[in-house]
């Protein structure tokens, strides 16, 4: 069992996952944000791998990916980075990465330097359940959690193949879009949670398009798991410290506690 399921294991306990890009705004940033987001209440820490054809990311993400290529940031450079952040934080450390970066790496190779840098699982937003059996039987071996995504388009016959094939939990997309903060989450998505809870028994995780704390609230009364991203990013891109990051995730957490208390 990898560390990511002992994170759903405290019953009523609401995963608070923050994403950021590894290099962005620099690699120092990233090696000073991690720590702090572990010491502010989160669960688990998506680290984005920058791509430079980042199709399931909004504009916020597609700058910080742009920013961090232009610095020199590397899929090698990542794992560097990753295996620093984890003799340093106790939390489990996710990629987040697409599948021409780790195909082009190696699978094999890949997943072996995953294991050795501390990362606990990965997310590949273009890896589909019928295509990844490949990557799935290669990453078991490493003890690596394939967390598969599912949007409020998929249908039963996919929701049913994601739940049997994902590891960890599932990563269920608000919106059929892209990443980035939105003022208000789509009306459907209890139905969809719902949809996807009849048939799966994994933890489900809503991303996209959270940024505020009614937000969180909102999800944490449906969900397992509230992933956040673009909202620190735009954060991080405007305070050189990172005390507001830190804040935002304290703030959050917070919610998703006080959500707990109300009777979730």
């Known amino acids: 069992m990898s560390r990511i399921a002992p994170v759903f294991g405290r019953p009523g306990h609401v995963a608070l996952i923050p994403y950021i890009t590894v290099g962005y705004p620099s690699i120092e ?6 720590p702090l987001l572990a010491s502010s209440g989160c669960d688990m820490i998506e680290l984005g791998i920058p791509f430079s054809d980042p199709l399931a990311d909004g504009a916020t993400i597609q700058q910080a990916s742009f920013c961090a290529l232009s610095n020199g940031v590397t899929p090698k450079l990542c794992l560097e980075v990753a295996k620093e952040l984890s003799q340093k934080v106790d939390k489990p450390l996710v990629f987040m990465t697409y599948f021409n970066p780790v195909f082009s790496y190696g699978l094999e190779e890949f997943c072996s330097a995953c294991a050795n840098s501390g990362i606990d699982g990965l997310i590949i937003p273009d890896l589909t359940p019928d295509e990844g059996s490949q990557l799935e039987a ?3 071996k490493q003890n690596l959690d394939l967390v598969y995504l599912l949007a409020p388009t998929s249908t039963e016959k996919r929701i049913e193949l994601a739940a049997e094939r994902s590891r960890g939990f599932i990563y269920l997309v608000s919106v059929t879009g892209v990443t980035g903060a939105r003022g208000n989450l789509p009306s459907g998505l209890d139905e969809f949670v719902a949809r996807v809870r009849k048939i799966a028994i994994l933890p489900l995780c809503v991303g996209f398009g959270i ?14 798991g509230v992933i956040v991203g673009s909202r620190a990013i735009q954060l991080m891109g405007t305070d050189n410290d990172l005390t507001s990051v ?9 919610t998703l506690d006080e959500s707990r208390k109300s009777g979730r």
């Open 211 to 224: 940024s505020t704390m009614e937000q969180a609230k909102q999800v944490a009364q449906i969900a397992d």
């Open 29 to 34: 940033a990233t090696l000073k944000v991690v």
């Open 246 to 254: 830190a804040s935002f995730v304290k703030d959050l957490r917070r």
């Open 138 to 140: 290669i990453s078991q």
